[in-house]
């Protein structure tokens, strides 16, 4: 209120108590930070911490550690008075910090009681039932007497509920409260939008985690096995190496540097990250016997790769539109080569561990300087890769299966997603695209975390793939609005024909006008999987009104 003596002098914009990052009130100060800030997580004791979303956190905050542990250590001044409240939605299980915390309090969930036969329970989704197709038909059924409670209940069923204990808590000042969705009062989020919301998310392994995640409150449990080398081998399909099927749109190539060798795997994307392997190169060693990545020979063969062109089913040819090298061994050579390439069809890339990323692709972040320390520009660039999220990825993708040919002759289309692979691909690809799986590992400190670790000593062709998946987010395949997909379809099939890569027949198909000896090494212009680049916008002048 207006001067009331108790709220103090008004603040003003320039007083160094009160910053964007800061507000002084009285009795205490309200100090806002950042999780990737390790001056910021441990520069001030305080009393009382509130950590935001902390499985979005970094894994480590400037290299200074658990960005939880950081700020937790800030309130050991007040050791016996301190309050620490972590929320957040959940994440992958094994590597979620929201639930390694959860799990280690008393587990408080809130218990309401049936409108029918009182029996008081916790919420589930599996009880929220609907006739299929149906969304609005939603009830919620008793798991005392089975009897189905309707939406208009929920407010008399939160005014009368109740927060109970599940567990023993590992530590007695700790407790902890799991809340879904399905509490959400009446007039917020209802059951009918949640069963079409699950509804929605079917047939997208990526969709049903962010329910679960976003709407239960659940964490998803990352399916890290290989996938069977064996069926993936069977599966393969009657396209050959070399030649893009119809429904692939644009190329992209992942390339791995070796020490005696460079490694290179191209990939034909379509709608709903679709995608085709067309070619696995080699760039051996020299003549000379000496390490390849080190020898002008090996570099100049693989800047003939970014002029190279292969037929699409169609009759048009292909080129890259990216090509993501790894600069992880011989960084240098990389980066020299990359400058002489040009970065409008290059992308150096590094891979880092860990699923808890802002984005599976961060960057470009600039590598050369000046004398005087200053980044350039227009000089070498490098993408940071979150790998274990784009390998637990193709996992997903390598194991939806393609549909039988009753589905087929009922209009069932291959999943969003799918991996094609052609009839040439080898048994040693195979395997080697399937070399590594994800394990629970535990930390010295006792935590669990998520890792990848080998099953076969060989795994360039993993690589390669994690690599070309990155090169094609760069170039924004995971951004396109329709317009840009119309315009790949236009070019991959000119004329009055569209649609090109919905139907499966389409993504069979053989190309029209195949020379397998010209598809090796066919320098001819790309007529199609072009990139658009947009036009920049002119720079708009405005007149202030007192000049008018």
């Given at each position: 209120?207006?001067?009331?003596?108790?709220?103090?002098?008004?603040?003003?914009?320039?007083?160094?108590?009160?910053?964007?990052?800061?507000?002084?009130?009285?009795?205490?100060?309200?100090?806002?930070?950042?999780?990737?800030?390790?001056?910021?997580?441990?520069?001030?004791?305080?009393?009382?911490?509130?950590?935001?979303?902390?499985?979005?956190?970094?894994?480590?905050?400037?290299?200074?550690?658990?960005?939880?542990?950081?700020?937790?250590a800030?309130?050991?001044?007040?050791?016996?008075?301190?309050?620490?409240?972590?929320?957040?939605?959940?994440?992958?299980?094994?590597?979620?910090?929201?639930?390694?915390?959860?799990?280690?309090?008393?587990?408080?969930?809130?218990?309401?009681?049936?409108?029918?036969?009182?029996?008081?329970?916790?919420?589930?989704?599996?009880?929220?039932?609907?006739?299929?197709?149906?969304?609005?038909?939603?009830?919620?059924?008793?798991?005392?007497?089975?009897?189905?409670?309707?939406?208009?209940?929920?407010?008399a069923?939160?005014?009368?509920?109740?927060?109970?204990?599940?567990?023993?808590?590992?530590?007695?000042?700790?407790?902890?409260?799991?809340?879904?969705?399905?509490?959400?009062?009446?007039?917020?989020?209802?059951?009918?939008?949640?069963?079409?919301?699950?509804?929605?998310?079917?047939?997208?392994?990526?969709?049903?985690?962010?329910?679960?995640?976003t709407?239960?409150?659940?964490?998803?449990?990352?399916?890290?096995?290989?996938?069977?080398?064996?069926?993936?081998?069977?599966?393969?399909?009657?396209?050959?190496?070399?030649?893009?099927?119809?429904?692939?749109?644009?190329?992209?190539?992942?390339?791995?540097?070796?020490?005696?060798?460079?490694?290179?795997?191209?990939?034909a994307?379509?709608?709903?990250?679709?995608?085709?392997?067309v070619?696995?190169?080699?760039?051996?060693?020299?003549?000379?016997?000496?390490?390849?990545?080190?020898?002008?020979?090996?570099?100049?063969?693989?800047?003939g790769?970014?002029?190279?062109?292969?037929?699409?089913?169609?009759?048009?040819?292909?080129?890259?539109?990216r090509?993501?090298?790894?600069s992880?061994?011989?960084?240098?050579?990389?980066?020299?080569?990359?400058?002489?390439?040009?970065?409008?069809?290059?992308?150096?890339?590094?891979?880092?561990?860990?699923?808890?990323?802002?984005?599976?692709?961060?960057?470009?972040?600039?590598?050369?300087?000046?004398?005087?320390?200053?980044?350039?520009?227009?000089?070498?660039?490098?993408?940071?890769?979150?790998?274990?999220?784009?390998?637990?990825?193709?996992?997903?993708?390598?194991?939806?299966?393609?549909?039988?040919?009753e589905?087929?002759?009922?209009?069932?289309?291959?999943?969003?997603?799918?991996?094609?692979?052609?009839?040439?691909?080898?048994?040693?690809w195979?395997?080697?695209?399937?070399?590594?799986?994800?394990?629970?590992?535990?930390?010295?400190?006792?935590?669990?975390?998520?890792?990848?670790?080998?099953?076969?000593?060989?795994?360039?062709?993993?690589?390669?793939?994690?690599?070309?998946?990155?090169?094609?987010?760069?170039?924004?395949?995971?951004?396109?609005?329709?317009?840009?997909?119309?315009?790949?379809?236009?070019?991959?099939?000119?004329g009055?024909?569209?649609?090109?890569?919905?139907?499966?027949?389409?993504?069979?198909?053989?190309?029209?006008?195949?020379?397998?000896?010209?598809s090796?090494?066919?320098?001819?212009?790309?007529?199609?999987?072009?990139?658009?680049?947009?036009?920049?916008?002119?720079?708009?002048?405005?007149?202030?009104?007192?000049?008018?």
């Open positions: 209120m207006p001067g009331d003596p108790d709220q103090g002098e008004a603040s003003r914009s320039r007083d160094s108590g009160n910053t964007v990052l800061s507000k002084d009130f009285a009795g205490g100060i309200l100090v806002l930070t950042g999780a990737n800030s390790a001056v910021g997580l441990r520069s001030i004791p305080a009393r009382y911490l509130f950590l935001d979303e902390v499985d979005a956190y970094p894994l480590s905050a400037d290299e200074e550690g658990d960005p939880v542990t950081l700020a937790e800030r309130s050991l001044t007040f050791a016996h008075r301190r309050k620490i409240f972590l929320v957040s939605t959940p994440t992958i299980k094994g590597i979620s910090r929201i639930e390694r915390e959860y799990e280690a309090s008393d587990q408080r969930r809130y218990f309401v009681p049936c409108q029918h036969c009182g029996h008081r329970q916790w919420l589930k989704f599996g009880r929220l039932r609907w006739e299929k197709g149906k969304p609005e038909t939603a009830r919620y059924f008793c798991e005392g007497c089975e009897g189905a409670i309707a939406e208009h209940h929920k407010t069923m939160l005014e009368a509920g109740e927060w109970r204990a599940t567990s023993v808590s590992s530590d007695p000042l700790t407790i902890g409260f799991h809340l879904s969705a399905l509490y959400s009062p009446v007039g917020w989020l209802s059951w009918e939008a949640v069963a079409r919301a699950w509804e929605a998310a079917l047939g997208s392994d990526e969709a049903i985690k962010a329910f679960r995640n709407m239960l409150g659940e964490t998803w449990i990352e399916s890290g096995e290989a996938p069977d080398w064996q069926r993936l081998y069977e599966r393969r399909e009657d396209f050959s190496v070399g030649t893009v099927p119809a429904g692939g749109l644009f190329l992209t190539a992942g390339a791995d540097v070796q020490k005696d060798r460079i490694e290179v795997s191209v990939w994307w379509g709608r709903g990250l679709t995608s085709w392997l070619d696995h190169i080699i760039i051996p060693r020299s003549s000379r016997g000496t390490g390849g990545p080190e020898r002008t020979e090996a570099w100049n063969a693989l800047t790769l970014l002029s190279q062109t292969w037929p699409h089913a169609h009759g048009q040819r292909l080129g890259l539109a090509l993501a090298i790894d992880g061994y011989e960084a240098p050579a990389v980066y020299a080569w990359a400058r002489a390439a040009g970065f409008a069809q290059v992308a150096p890339v590094k891979g880092v561990e860990g699923f808890n990323r802002a984005a599976p692709v961060m960057g470009p972040s600039y590598v050369d300087v000046t004398t005087s320390g200053k980044k350039l520009r227009r000089g070498a660039r490098l993408w940071t890769v979150a790998v274990a999220t784009f390998k637990s990825e193709s996992y997903r993708f390598l194991r939806l299966g393609r549909p039988t040919d589905e087929t002759a009922e209009g069932l289309s291959y999943p969003a997603g799918y991996v094609h692979l052609p009839k040439g691909a080898e048994a040693e195979i395997k080697q695209l399937v070399a590594e799986q994800l394990v629970t590992v535990k930390t010295k400190r006792g935590f669990q975390r998520l890792e990848w670790q080998k099953l076969r000593e060989r795994n360039e062709v993993l690589d390669c793939r994690v690599y070309a998946r990155a090169a094609a987010w760069i170039a924004g395949i995971d951004r396109w609005p329709e317009a840009t997909w119309r315009d790949l379809e236009q070019q991959a099939c000119p009055p024909r569209s649609g090109v890569g919905t139907k499966d027949d389409d993504m069979d198909a053989e190309p029209a006008v195949v020379d397998t000896t010209e090796q090494g066919s320098p001819a212009t790309p007529s199609a999987g072009l990139l658009r680049r947009r036009a920049p916008r002119g720079r708009r002048v405005f007149t202030p009104t007192y000049l008018k």
